[in-house]
């Protein structure tokens, strides 16, 4: 009997946990870097949870072409009775469900259906029954048991209720310090086992927030401090990441996820600064000035260079640079407003905003400047975000009323096509890792608030209240 | 974040009512100081109800006794601190239209008018700040301001002020002027804005 294959993570997405130092200038950013002490990544042993069949055989739940299976995600069973196990075995089960509904693989069967239904007495005592009555394909059954003082174990397995076999199994052990973690990795290593698909439930937020209703100091009154902040990706765990007391926006993640680059009037004119996360470091690779503005950073995918807009020749144009600030390249020279750059997948080409006709308009060039092409022919479009693999689109604002909303252009048939229908303005879009949502700031219930949305325009899920919020960068 | 934004308002009205007079006469919904573009030469110095000098130690009494160094209107101005200077807006804003960044006849005078006042203080260093309204996306309207910032600054320049006193920066529509969601909110927010930094 071999285990069922347990995976390893791969997940270094917490970073190395070095204490930040806080050595650079601008003391207060710096020191604010501290707070952002990422939360520790359960992983998984190793050991794998006792399978039930040989490793051979193959389980995945409702993989019937054309029927969506659906599952049950009811309480993990407690094995001790301290109140973090007994709270993290409802959290576990309740965040989980969150995460696989959000991709839409499953259908997922409403939690209070089946409050009626005991636990499981144990791992693998399941009441196959009861669930089959219910028309469950699959059913989670976890345990969560405190082990010596600030650790958890997590032991979780999927069940075809049809068959009684285990299709995936998996321990895992942590601290508990977030909880929710482990319903994240659990429903991304579910996802990646039973199809193949890379779950975005461990990825953040980077965002624009007035949350902390604090005012900029200066000779002008009344003008709120924006800052950034970061959130898992359904909005829980915000933390500041910026202590400017200043203006800050476009944030934009390095697609390592260890740096986060945006744009700070700390200085009193627009500089692109990246904040590097994990080692309370921060930079202005391309050096701004009063004479030398910079906005609307954009990391490659590859993570080699930062496209860029400046005004350095006293015209607003797109560049590019090394992400040290070295190679700088002007990458237009028009007399038109160019701006918002963003990256197609092979780092290759550069989609961008441009006003030379008149109106702004998507135009996409290459990365050494040469073949310039105009892709959308509408009243007022910005803020081009590329997709990633193996999706071919552009998600842009539009303006299509008072307000603009969300359109995508798909590159290979050229068509349009229109994910938000006039609710407030809909702005800013960011694709997630894996291209199959998209965050966005909407004003659809007044303030400025995240939103992500399928990008076929389905499961709207609202992600941040506190204040204002816009400018959402979704973490690679 | 409405209640927020007007408690702030009030707050700063609470500060503008002993400084400017007309003040006083239009609080019902705590109103930003949105002096309208005046198509006349800049507010006579010489002739200063609206400003009132608060916060300085009171002037040597009823000036019977012309004895005490009396200033000068001009000095009076010169002598209060940069953020009571820029309360008084005496360089007034440039408002702009509808995803524009062109100077109008009203928005030339105003520079103008502008114009003398650093004429008359030479030692003043001014930033110009392009500030958009809410319709435009954020990403855009960091451009759109600039070009707003940059055509006041053109003039200014072109009327003799010395580059090395004017500098330029936009904020977009970060900051607007008037939180509200209309016509007349919009307006006031697509400006040029006077900061004096240094004097």
């Not at chain 1, 050595?23 to 002490?37: F, K, P, R, T, Y």
């Not at chain 1, 958890?152 to 068959?163: D, F, G, M, P």
């Not at chain 1, 560049?319 to 997948?345: C, E, F, M």
Request: aromatic letters at 8%.
């Amino acid at each position: 009997m071999a285990p069922i294959p347990c995976r390893p993570t791969g997940n270094d997405r917490g970073g190395s946990r070095s204490k930040p130092h806080p050595s650079w200038g601008w003391g207060g950013m710096a020191a604010a870097m501290a707070v952002l002490a990422a939360p520790l990544s359960p992983t998984s042993t190793g050991a794998a949870v006792e399978p039930q069949q040989r490793d051979e055989v193959r389980v995945v739940i409702g993989d019937s072409i054309g029927a969506q299976s659906s599952i049950a995600v009811p309480d993990c069973l407690p094995l001790t009775s301290d109140p973090t196990t007994l709270e993290a075995s409802r959290t576990i089960a309740r965040v989980l469900w969150d995460d696989l509904d959000f991709e839409r693989e499953f259908r997922m069967i409403p939690r209070d259906v089946y409050r009626t239904i005991p636990v499981a007495a144990s791992l693998i005592d399941i009441p196959f029954d009861r669930w089959r009555e219910l028309g469950a394909d699959g059913v989670v059954s976890c345990t969560v048991a405190a082990r010596g003082g600030r650790q958890l174990e997590i032991a979780a397995r999927l069940y075809s209720v049809q068959s009684g076999e285990s299709a995936f199994g998996k321990l895992y052990t942590g601290s508990t310090r977030d909880i929710r973690l482990y319903a994240h990795q659990l429903s991304d290593d579910i996802h990646r086992d039973q199809r193949g698909l890379e779950g975005v439930a461990r990825t953040r937020l980077a965002f624009v927030s007035d949350r902390d209703s604090e005012s900029v100091f200066g000779l002008v009154e009344n003008r709120p401090v924006k800052e950034i902040y970061i959130a898992d990706y359904d909005g829980a765990n915000p933390r500041r990441v910026t202590v400017s007391g200043s203006l800050n926006t476009n944030p934009a993640w390095s697609p390592d996820g260890r740096s986060i680059g945006y744009t700070s009037w700390l200085t009193g004119f627009p500089d692109v600064v990246v904040s590097y996360l994990f080692e309370g470091r921060m930079a202005t690779p391309v050096e701004g000035d009063s004479r030398r503005q910079n906005f609307l950073p954009a990391f490659s995918p590859d993570g080699r260079r930062l496209a860029f807009n400046s005004n350095r020749n006293n015209n607003n144009d797109i560049y590019v640079a090394n992400v040290d600030g070295t190679g700088l390249l002007r990458l237009t020279n028009h007399p038109a407003i160019d701006t918002s750059p963003t990256w197609s997948p092979n780092s290759q080409q550069i989609a961008f905003t441009s006003d030379r006709t008149g109106t702004p308009q998507i135009y996409v060039v290459g990365a050494d400047g040469t073949g310039l092409r105009r892709l959308t022919y509408e009243t007022y479009c910005d803020r081009p975000t590329w997709s990633p693999p193996p999706f071919n689109e552009i998600a842009y604002s539009s303006r299509t009323g008072p307000g603009h909303d969300i359109k995508v252009l798909d590159l290979a048939t050229n068509e349009e096509r229109q994910l938000t229908f006039g609710l407030g303005s809909n702005e800013s879009p960011s694709y997630a890792p894996n291209g199959r949502h998209i965050a966005f700031m909407s004003t659809r219930n007044e303030s400025k608030q995240i939103y992500v949305i399928g990008r076929d325009g389905r499961g709207l899920r609202r992600i941040t209240s506190a204040g204002n919020n816009e400018m959402p960068s979704w973490s690679r | 974040m409405h209640d927020r934004r007007h408690a702030s308002w009030m707050a700063g009205a609470a500060l503008l009512v002993p400084v400017i007079f007309f003040q006083a006469a239009c609080s019902e919904n705590p109103p930003p100081v949105i002096p309208e573009p005046v198509v006349v030469a800049p507010t006579p110095i010489d002739d200063p109800p609206e400003i009132v000098p608060s916060a300085r130690p009171p002037a040597p009494a009823p000036p019977p006794p012309p004895a005490a160094p009396i200033l000068t209107p001009d000095e009076e101005i010169a002598a209060q601190s940069l953020a009571e200077i820029n309360r008084a807006l005496l360089l007034e804003p440039v408002f702009f239209g509808l995803d524009g960044a062109e100077l109008d006849e009203r928005g030339r005078r105003v520079v103008e008018a502008n114009a003398d006042v650093l004429a008359r203080f030479p030692t003043w260093n001014v930033t110009i700040e392009g500030h958009c309204d809410e319709r435009g996306t954020p990403e855009y309207n960091l451009g759109l301001g600039e070009l707003r910032a940059l055509a006041a600054q053109r003039y200014l320049l072109e009327l003799g002020l010395d580059p090395a006193r004017v500098r330029t920066v936009s904020y977009g529509k970060e900051f607007p002027f008037d939180p509200g969601n209309d016509e007349s909110a919009w307006a006031a927010n697509r400006r040029a804005h006077f900061v004096i930094t240094e004097k």
